[in-house]
Every structure is written in structure tokens, then in C-alpha cells.
């Protein structure tokens, strides 16, 4: 009797110790998280960057989930992925993340999510073997204080966490940092060539127009300067103040359209904006050339044939598609394609006399050469391979250094002969940066759609004004991962090999084991 007392007793303190383990390791893991993520650029678990946004919370974030219940596919994988990665945000967020999943079948919470500006769509089901059109909803809300950033609706995973960090960024950021566009030179409008890049600007940023022409003043807020694609000659007045901005500490991004092309005329001539000296005392020289590259974008043209005019579709060596990116660089290393109309090359000697850094981060491809004036930009203009021959150009870099002012070595009374009254002048910029592409055009609206140039244009801007965190999110997503191209006889041997390579290991393995065990055998003494 006391055996079996005993016995209980040891058998009942060991369950209790299990469950005690049990419960030390859930509670445990309630305030630990881990994910192991095997993807190559790490896809499936949050950036460092969203870890530390969410660990820098001082207030409770609330996301609501408007996910209909038991979406079709493939919007029912997206709505559980979307789910796991919330959840991941809030493992980060040390309590300051509400999650709330809400189903939008009751008529008040359909009401609620229209009212937050999440809309119904309409997507195909099936249903007891019949395709149905089925309303749903799939967008989300994200509160914080007494502001709000809606998503209205969630179709891919593709680029979600940039979408997702980039709104609690703006959520918790007590004021948006700004950015100027020197305006009033006849360049691109933001408001009419540049939707999309101002769509997507305007999320981040707070962004100022400047024309100083009028007598605006480049303010202090203003982070980074932006000229971009100027058609008239800037005056004293404007470099003065682009010039004094610089050796404050200002960041500049110069994209410039060096040759001028009328593509429906046929005329590509210099531009005379006599901005030559002034860039050239910051290391930057615009060659008087177009790159040209065998890898390259196709245009229609209008071609007559006899009667009928015919649409024909052709390389055209004067858009460069650049994939040739410098991978230590933030701001184009997760890039895949770049694409640029009429662009000049870029010199890196006089950077290198000025003491600055030059880092060319995009080139054109190997079979690249430069067209000096004249200029013959004919669609069927017909080049040789030797055309070809002068290797990648560089088509965009940074400069990063102590930049010396164009104003540096004149007294102040030929400064004011110049460009009017001023109080001083400053000589020598801190360290800073800036950026430069002799190209104007690749970030207008009719060149992003399949590119990554609207990519390129944020990750610059970013890198600017050392925005840093949100520039490796922003190209994360899935990417195919295609089969490399085989020869005819390896495809072959992997084919035959796979066929009778394998059987063939089984029976020698089968052989060896085979003899082995007969040698064994025939030296065990038998009783």
C-alpha cells in the first residue's frame, strides 16, 4: 500500500512539474517573439527598421482589419499573411499595438468601414461548383491619437510592410519633414507630369515649391533641394541662393536634362542654362553627349508604306535601360531596371580635384557608346557594333564631401554686384551630399509604369535627407526566382540521370551491402 502511495505521489508531483514547465513556457513565449525566415532578402519577417518604429511607440496604435469572413482565394492567403505580419508588428510594439478584426458582414460595420473610406469590391467566388460575383471587403485603418491613415484595400502582399510602415511612420511623426522643388524654369510640373511621383512624395513629405525668382527664400526646414529639369538659365539670384543652401548643409539633387530633344522634329541640340562652372566647382561635369545602349527600351513609330501609314515597334538606343547598379549603395542595390531618355554621360575627374567622393551608382550595360553633336536621333538610324564599344556610362551618382562655394573667392561688394544685397557669405559646406543624373524626364508620368525609376526617384530623396530606415523596405517584395538557362546536353544528363542514375546507385548500393554481408558471413566460424 505505501509502494503504491509512493508511487502516486512521485507520478502526480511529476505531471505537476510538467505542467508547471508548460506554463512558464507560455508565459514566456507571450513576451518573446522569433521567426525564422530562410527568403533570400528576408520577405517574410519585418525590417529592422519596422522593429524599431514599433519599439519607438509612446502611445496606443489601433489597426483595424475590415476582412470579410471566408474571402475566396487567393484574397483569403493574403488576409492570413496580413494577419501573421500584424501580429509580428505587435510582438515588437511592447503593448502599444491594438489588433481588432472586423468583419464587415453586419450592416453597422459595413457602414463603419465606408466611412473610413474602405470600399466594396467586387470579386469572382466559387461556390457549389458556380462561379459567383461576391461583394467583400479588404482594407484597413490604422488610428493613432486623433489621427488616422487608411489602406482602403489590400489586394497584395507584394510591398505591404513598406505600405504599412510607411503609414505608422506618418502616424507617429510629430511634424513631416520638408522638401523643395525649385520651380518657375519651364521644367516639369508637379501637379501635371509628375502625379504620380508627387502621389507618392506628398506621403512622406511635406513639399514646398520654390521659385526664387519671385523672392522666396529657401527656409530652414527645407531638408533637401530638388532642381529638376530646368529649361531657362538660372539667374545670380538663384544659384546664390541654391549655392548658400548647400554650405548650410542642404542636401541637393540635380537632374538635368543636358541635351534638349524634340523627338517629333528630330532635333537634339545643348542646352545653354551656363550652369557649367557652377556645378563644375561642386565635382560635377555633364558631358556634351547621349549615351546610347543596346539594351534598351522600344518606341512606336509611324512609318509610311506606300498608301498606309504602319505602327512599328523599335529598339531605340537613345532610352537606356539601366541594370547596372553599384550594390553598396542604399539607394539602387534592391533595383531591378532603370530607365532613362536621352541622357548624357557623367565625368568623375573633377569631383576627384575637388576632394569630393563620387560614387557612380548607375551605369548603362557594357555594350553602351556616346553620340556627340551632331546629333542624329532617327528611330532607324542604323548603328554598327562598334558603336557599342566604350563600355558602361555612368549615368547617375552621389557626391558626398566639404563642398567650397561658388561665392567662396569674390568680396562681398562684386556678390551684391551680382545677385543684389546680401548680409554674408558662407564658403565651406559640412559634410553633406547630393545626388546628380543628366536626365530629367525618366521620373515624369509616362516613364514609371514598369520600371523601377519611381523607386529610384523615393530612395534618392530618402538617402537625402538621411531618411535611411524606410529605403530597403521599400524594394523588398517576392520576386521570382526563374530556372537559370541550360545547354541542350546538360538538360540531357540531368534528364538520363535522373532516369537511370538513381535506380542505378540503389542496386550498387543493393551489391555492395550484398557482399559485404556474404565476406561476413564467410569469416564468422560457424557453431
Known sequence: MKETLKHGAG?????LLIVAILLVLNLISVNLFARLDLTEGKVFSLSKASKNLMRSLDDRLIIRMYFTKDLPPPYNSHA???KDQLEEYSAYAGGNLKLEMIDPGQQDKEMEAQRYGIPPLQVNALEDDKIEIKKVYMGLVLLFEDKKEVIPVVQSVSGLEYELTSAIKRLSARMLPSIGFLVGKDGPDLDTDLTFLNQALARQYKIKKINLDEGEKIGADVRVLIVLGPKTKL????????DQFLMRGGKLAFLLNHIQVDI???TAERQNLELEGFLENYGIRINDDLVIDLQCNRIGVAQRQGPYTVQNIVNYPFFPMATEFDQNS???KDLATVCFNFASSLDSSSASAQGIRFDPIIRSSKSSGVQSAPFDINPFKQFGREDFAAGGQILAATLQGSFKSNFADKDLSEIQAEVGFVDSVLSESPETRMVVAADADFIADRNVRGTDNLAFF???VDWLSQDEALIAIRSKQVSPRPLKETSAGAKKAIKY????????LVILFGVVRWQVRRRVKAQTPSE
Open 497 to 504: 540521370g535522373n532516369t537511370f542514375g538513381l535506380p542505378f
Open 80 to 82: 492570413r499573411y496580413l
Open 11 to 15: 507520478s502526480a508531483a511529476t505531471l
Open 264 to 266: 517629333q522634329q528630330g
Open 458 to 460: 523615393l530612395n534618392l
Open 330 to 332: 542604399l539607394i539602387v
Open 235 to 242: 539667374s545670380g539670384y538663384e544659384k546664390y541662393w541654391i
